[in-house]
């Protein structure tokens, strides 16, 4: 069939892995959040924000249906959260957060791969307090003024609002604030009929640092390896 459709299928299959682990991971936000505090995502705010972040990622309704079902009746995987920090080449610091049934497995292979990265595995708390731990909603901005809903949001624990992009490059509006506060302005954006593209908790450097390109790249590629985990849900970096 030609060069064209062996670049096509080569683009096709890259889209279908990245989004059969998008899947796989928020199906384990869903279990997590459905053990926790129910099925009923009226009462559960962390399963809200899961099938918020469902949507932004388009799961099909009957996937994320199959997951709240599973988790409540007790046949999906006892997950948990655990937290790694470490550093990566030139002394970034990384936070890598995971869900796991198998926590022996997990710090095994995670340190395995900052030891071939180039980094390595630190304790608990070894690099935490570079971070901030923040509330994080990504909007669509068709038809949102930014500064009108600035002021509207700031009794509500608003504390950034910016300009950034998504995955394919599209514009979006990143809204911050205290993790605290983030029940509190996850509803005053549903009372405003404003649906957040994806709604997370992220830790956030407080002093990021800058590197030259090829010292980047090699950070980026310990990175990228630890987003392959099967484990791994997300990783934060202090890399400017």
């Given at each position: 069939?030609?060069?064209?459709?062996?670049?096509?299928?080569?683009?096709?299959?890259?889209?279908?892995?990245?989004?059969?682990?998008?899947?796989?991971?928020?199906?384990?936000?869903?279990?997590?959040?459905?053990?926790?505090?129910?099925?009923?995502?009226?009462?559960?705010?962390?399963?809200?924000?899961?099938?918020?972040?469902?949507?932004?990622?388009?799961?099909?309704k009957d996937k994320v249906e199959s997951a709240i079902k599973k988790a409540s009746g007790g046949e999906a995987a006892d997950y948990q959260e655990v937290i790694y920090?470490?550093?990566?080449?030139?002394?970034?610091?990384?936070?890598?957060?995971?869900?796991?049934?198998?926590?022996?497995?997990?710090?095994?292979?995670?340190?395995?791969?900052?030891?071939?990265?180039?980094?390595?595995l630190g304790n608990t708390g070894s690099v935490g307090f570079l971070f901030n731990r923040m509330g994080a909603f990504r909007l669509d901005p068709k038809g949102i003024?930014?500064?009108?809903?600035?002021?509207?949001?700031?009794?509500?624990?608003?504390?950034?609002?910016?300009?950034?992009?998504?995955?394919?490059?599209?514009?979006?509006?990143?809204?911050?604030?205290?993790?605290?506060?983030?029940?509190?302005?996850?509803?005053?954006?549903?009372?405003?009929?404003?649906?957040?593209?994806?709604?997370?908790?992220?830790?956030?450097?407080?002093?990021?640092?800058?590197?030259?390109?090829?010292?980047?790249?090699?950070?980026?590629?310990?990175?990228?390896?630890?987003?392959?985990?099967?484990?791994?849900?997300?990783?934060?970096?202090?890399?400017?």
């Amino acid at each position: 069939m030609g060069r064209i459709f062996e670049t096509r299928k080569h683009t096709m299959f890259a889209r279908w892995d990245r989004m059969a682990k998008q899947f796989a991971k928020i199906g384990k936000e869903i279990t997590i959040a459905v053990k926790a505090s129910g099925p009923n995502p009226e009462a559960n705010p962390a399963l809200r924000r899961a099938m918020q972040n469902a949507r932004a990622v388009n799961m099909p309704k009957d996937k994320v249906e199959s997951a709240i079902k599973k988790a409540s009746g007790g046949e999906a995987a006892d997950y948990q959260e655990v937290i790694y920090e470490g550093y990566a080449p030139h002394g970034i610091a990384v936070v890598v957060e995971t869900a796991t049934d198998n926590p022996a497995r997990t710090v095994s292979s995670i340190r395995t791969r900052f030891n071939k990265g180039g980094g390595n595995l630190g304790n608990t708390g070894s690099v935490g307090f570079l971070f901030n731990r923040m509330g994080a909603f990504r909007l669509d901005p068709k038809g949102i003024d930014p500064e009108a809903l600035e002021l509207d949001l700031i009794d509500f624990g608003l504390e950034e609002l910016g300009e950034t992009a998504g995955e394919k490059g599209e514009p979006q509006l990143l809204v911050r604030c205290a993790l605290s506060d983030f029940g509190n302005l996850q509803k005053a954006l549903e009372d405003r009929g404003i649906s957040p593209l994806s709604a997370e908790a992220e830790y956030v450097a407080i002093t990021p640092t800058e590197l030259d390109e090829k010292a980047a790249l090699e950070v980026l590629k310990l990175i990228d390896s630890l987003e392959q985990d099967d484990d791994v849900q997300k990783v934060f970096h202090n890399l400017a």
